[in-house]
């Protein structure tokens, strides 16, 4: 970059640029497409977390059948369902850091091919060995649209209707836990356990063509919070090289990326790179570590709350269809095609909950921010946990005590869905706000989400049978009623405190970077 340039766009006012980063003017804005285009977005990557989901559970029918064919030992296939659910949570951090230099569609590209080179590795494997190493490449590929599914729905929304498109969105995972079973057990009792697989890599390739052929890449690198700052970095290089140059005496704020204004409305206010800086500027991987935009998300009071409850409801929605199937085996003599039918009602309720759950949630952000003036804060999308935070714990012990009590599977179906129905409701609105308090690293914020559910799923898949065989549904879920209501404090605690957290977090941030 010449003298000339950086002259042109840092000094032609006397101001810094001060934009809402969220709605800074970009080229063929996403979020003025037609509802059409959004809608065939909303419906390529709900697909593509629909199979994500599908591939945690849908091998569960089969492991009777592996494990014979294999000879392989019962602590091998846990290994290769537990491994699975911890590289899915923990591998988005690194597509994430990939998508903000190099855009969302070639992440969805690579992860998706990824994860159809596993499933058809697993489908030919003759050794429970690769079967395990194949399953982490599968969880690998499946992981990126956890990730950046929810980021690509902040690139094309506003934040008052993402409650009820993250809802959408994130209903097509949910039914993975319910579909799964049946899937798996249609294919294994039909065909083989291989078909399980052999069905995985049709999918992945129905969806890795969507993206290809019908997705437009909706990443904007001047809406990036993640790519302003390495932009800045970059062009702070750039000047102390010209050390005989004046643009050695232009001042950091007139470079564009060092003073920053904060705002008390749900989008942040920050100084913005222009466009013509970004042309002229190209950045690799090498100028990206996700680690530091991980930890600085993780490090906020209010992000670690809620990441917190956010993994211990998945953990528990990952517990539940695991234990539940067990139970319906031993007890009830179900085999593997009658399961997935019972658990259907814990995947549909997920699915209502998911959809009712997201828009009550934009909906109470709305009534909220018209009663305050017109302004809005990330906090105020969480009041709409209140209502199912009611009912959640006497479900979860409700569900304990009938599964104890091995009453008729009626019962079991109607605790199921009310499981599934309030602690989705809940989980709808946490990820929706984990969005808006982190505006610029939207698809950062979401993989730090997804890593606290790997975790706590890793976890509870660990010890959710030997808790079980110990004491019991009624006693693993009445533990579990009460981990709810941890859940529910840490969200009530982020809903009365976070506003004043995430301020504080953020002024503390522009501090370090003004120092630099």
């Not at 404090?489 to 941030?509: F, P, Q």
């Amino acid at each position: 970059m010449t003298e000339r340039q950086i002259t042109n766009f840092s000094i032609s006012s006397n101001e810094p640029i001060k934009l809402d980063i969220e709605h800074t003017v970009v080229e063929n804005d996403p979020r003025i497409w037609s509802n059409t285009k959004k809608t065939a977005i909303l419906f390529i990557i709900s697909g593509a977390s629909m199979f994500a989901g599908l591939a945690g559970n849908i091998q569960n029918p089969a492991n009777a059948q592996i494990q014979q064919q294999l000879h392989a030992s019962s602590g091998d296939i846990s290994l290769s369902l537990s491994l699975f659910i911890l590289v899915q949570g923990m591998f988005p951090v690194i597509w994430s850091a990939i998508s903000e230099i190099k855009g969302r569609k070639l992440v969805y590209l690579l992860s998706i091919g990824l994860f159809i080179i596993g499933s058809a590795i697993v489908a030919v494997s003759r050794t429970i060995g690769l079967v395990i190493g194949m399953r982490i490449v599968q969880a690998a590929g499946s992981s990126a649209v956890f990730a950046i599914g929810a980021a690509t729905l902040a690139d094309i929304y506003e934040s008052h209707q993402r409650g009820s498109m993250m809802g959408v969105y994130y209903s097509a995972p949910l039914l993975g836990p319910s579909l799964g079973p049946i899937f798996g057990g249609a294919l294994t009792q039909g065909l083989s356990w291989r078909a399980v697989f052999w069905f995985l890599v049709i999918w992945g390739g129905i969806i890795f063509l969507a993206f290809l052929f019908l997705f437009k890449d909706t990443f904007r690198k001047e809406r990036s919070t993640t790519y302003q700052n390495v932009l800045n970095s970059r062009l702070r290089e750039q000047q102390s090289a010209e050390a005989n140059d004046e643009s050695r005496n232009i001042s950091k704020s007139e470079v564009g990326g060092e003073k920053q204004t904060t705002s008390k409305d749900i989008e942040a206010q920050r100084t913005v790179i222009p466009a013509p800086a970004i042309k002229d500027i190209k950045l690799s991987m090498a100028d990206v570590n996700p680690f530091p935009a991980y930890f600085s998300i993780v490090s906020r009071k209010n992000n670690f709350a809620l990441l917190t409850a956010s993994g211990l409801t998945f953990a528990f929605g990952f517990s539940i269809p695991y234990t539940c199937a067990r139970t319906l085996s031993m007890y009830y003599d179900y085999d593997a095609l009658k399961t997935g039918l019972v658990l259907l009602s814990y995947g549909v309720g997920c699915v209502a909950g998911s959809i009712l759950g997201g828009r009550w949630s934009d909906r109470t952000l709305a009534r909220l921010k018209a009663a305050n003036g017109g302004v809005s804060f990330p906090e105020m999308r969480l009041e709409s946990t209140k209502i199912a935070m009611l009912w959640l714990p006497p479900s979860v012990i409700g569900y304990a005590w009938v599964c104890q009590e091995r009453v008729n599977v009626c019962a079991v179906c109607v605790m199921l869905f009310l499981a599934g129905f309030l602690s989705i409701w809940i989980y709808t609105s946490t990820l929706a706000y984990i969005v808006d308090a982190n505006t610029g690293r939207s698809s950062m914020a979401v993989a730090a989400n997804s890593s606290f559910r790997g975790l706590f799923a890793f976890v509870a898949a660990e010890i959710a049978v030997p808790l079980q065989d110990a004491i019991g549904d009624g006693g693993l879920y009445t533990l579990w009623a009460c981990l709810t209501v941890v859940i529910e404090c840490m969200i009530l605690l982020v809903l009365y405190k976070g506003r004043n957290w995430r301020e504080a977090s953020v002024e503390r941030e522009k501090q370090k970077l003004d120092a630099k």
